[in-house]
């Protein structure tokens, strides 16, 4: 279920410039901001030499998506599941394969590294590969562990190389509308925020034989995975953040196997609240087995409530109805509330119901049910983005703090469930950006 | 078949177009007493056109359904006589 009308990376950066404030709102988010005028024109024409590890389902998303950014060069294809390698073979056929990643960081043609393994192989690819000197672009959630993540933001640091994590929303045009809108104060002072993500499939894919089993499906086991939380909930986590400019500081929440009783080890239904310091809470809810509700994050103020994934605000004070149909209306209950027989209104009483307005006329929607990715969520601008900041050598500013305290937050909830307790974030694993700074 | 004329005279026609302004009128009376009463805006004297033109039809219908009735009782007196 998608309305694509898809906006060129050209053209959203032109609507963003009509914005209010442009260039002023632009500095807002300081990662879209990373690489200069100046600086694209001096890449024009240069293009990232690429080693891609891990070339399964959201692996093969990218690979087709860089075959057409003329930035990208991948120049190196890894995995140890050859009917993987071989289907992105398919989509780079010059590049050369690798069964160990090792082996491909030691190529030193590679200048960057994608990454898109399985959530447990994250942390120490990514770190290896900055310790080798290569730029490095690795999928959400960032590791398994707070300790994993601190680690890879910390060899971050110290390496000077570029880190981009797969937190697409950062660039997807229709959430900086939103948050422009926020940040303005348009929706006034955020009391609350609502975010969920229901789907209703099992998240398996086939295998082909049973040794293969968790390989295949690593996202349904403790060893590989945290389920819901990192897969899912860190996207939306990052959005609350960003709307709030704070990091929560508690956490607590429950989680359960309801309906997938099918020998999988993570949660596939968890419901959490997040609360930050000004008494706000962010609740966060995630079925798998019930897709009516879809995705959103309802992030609500005393003005108004924004709903990014579908595209709309709605304000408090809605337009009444026009006058004339108010009088008709007053009219039309004096006269016929007290005969029996009179039946609904026929006057349009609800003509004041908020059906909110959509935040840009083109713009991309989509029912999160696909695992993989979807068109117009901002991955295509991500990815030119890391092409960008991988040629120029210079980092995209707080794109990695974001996703570190998404990261975090979300393993932090897991915790939470798991060990039936509010967790406090812990001083240790707080990083200088927004309030812990 | 032979169709029959119907003649409407000229002061016939001139009588309905201002009983159809005045109808008119009051519509319009209307809705700026609605808009002063409800507090909305100014522009619904434009944008509520059609309201304006349906409820003008309204009174207009309700003009003629009067008028056939005093005609009914004053051909009910006449016939009495």
């Known amino acids: 279920m998608s309305e694509d009308t898809n906006l060129s990376r050209r053209d959203f950066f032109k609507e963003l410039g009509m914005m209010g404030g442009g260039g002023m709102m632009l500095s807002a988010f300081p990662w879209l901001q990373s690489c200069s005028a100046d600086d694209k024109a001096k890449i024009v024409k240069e293009k990232v030499r690429i080693g891609f590890i891990g070339t399964g389902s959201r692996g093969q998303f990218h690979l087709n998506n860089l075959k057409s950014n003329p930035m990208a060069d991948v120049v190196a294809l890894c995995d140890n599941y050859p009917p993987h390698l071989k289907d992105a073979s398919a989509i780079f056929p010059k590049a050369k394969m690798y069964a160990d990643y090792r082996q491909l960081l030691e190529n030193k043609d590679i200048q960057a590294v994608m990454i898109a393994t399985p959530l447990n192989e994250h942390a120490h690819m990514t770190i290896e590969a900055l310790q080798a000197g290569k730029h490095v672009f690795c999928e959400k959630s960032m590791a398994m562990t707070p300790q994993d993540c601190f680690d890879m933001y910390n060899t971050f640091k110290q390496s000077g190389k570029v880190l981009f994590i797969g937190q697409q929303r950062l660039y997807d045009p229709k959430y900086i509308r939103v948050m422009e809108m926020i940040h303005s104060g348009l929706i006034g002072t955020i009391c609350g925020i609502r975010a969920y993500w229901f789907r209703n499939n099992d998240w398996r894919r086939p295998v082909p034989s049973p040794e293969l089993e968790r390989k295949i499906n690593w996202r349904l086991y403790k060893a590989t995975s945290c389920g819901l939380m990192t897969e899912l909930a860190t996207h939306q986590l990052q959005v609350g953040n960003w709307a709030l400019k704070m990091i929560p500081e508690t956490v607590t929440g429950m989680g359960d196997i309801v309906f997938w009783k099918d020998g999988r080890e993570v949660y596939d239904n968890v419901s959490l609240i997040y609360r930050y310091s000004n008494g706000v809470k962010m609740s966060y809810e995630s079925i798998i087995s019930n897709k009516f509700l879809g995705l959103e994050e309802e992030i609500l103020g005393n003005k108004g409530t924004v709903e990014p994934e579908k595209g709309k605000y709605y304000f408090e004070d809605v337009k009444p109805a026009p006058g004339i149909m108010q009088l008709i209306n007053q009219i039309e209950h004096k006269v016929f509330d007290n005969v029996s027989f009179a039946g609904p209104s026929w006057v349009p009483e609800t003509a004041s119901i908020n059906k909110g307005e959509m935040i840009m006329d083109h713009m991309t929607a989509h029912d999160g049910a696909s695992s993989v990715g979807a068109a117009g969520d901002g991955t295509v601008e991500l990815e030119t983005a890391f092409c960008e900041a991988a040629i120029t050598g210079k980092p995209a500013k707080n794109l990695v703090e974001e996703a570190y305290y998404s990261s975090v937050l979300g393993l932090l909830g897991l915790q939470a469930m798991e060990e039936n307790r509010i967790i406090t974030f812990p001083a240790e694993y707080k990083i200088p950006y927004l309030n812990f700074a | ?81």
């Open chain 2, 1 to 81: 078949m032979i169709m029959k004329d119907i003649l409407i005279s000229s002061k016939r026609q001139k009588t309905e177009l201002i009983i159809i302004i005045v109808c008119f009128i009051a519509a319009f009376i209307m809705n700026v007493v609605s808009i002063i009463v409800y507090k909305t805006e100014w522009s619904e004297l434009w944008t509520q056109i059609l309201w304006m033109l349906v409820i003008t039809c309204g009174f207009y219908a309700l003009t003629i359904i009067v008028r056939i009735l005093i005609w009914l009782v004053r051909r009910l007196c006449i016939y009495k006589k």
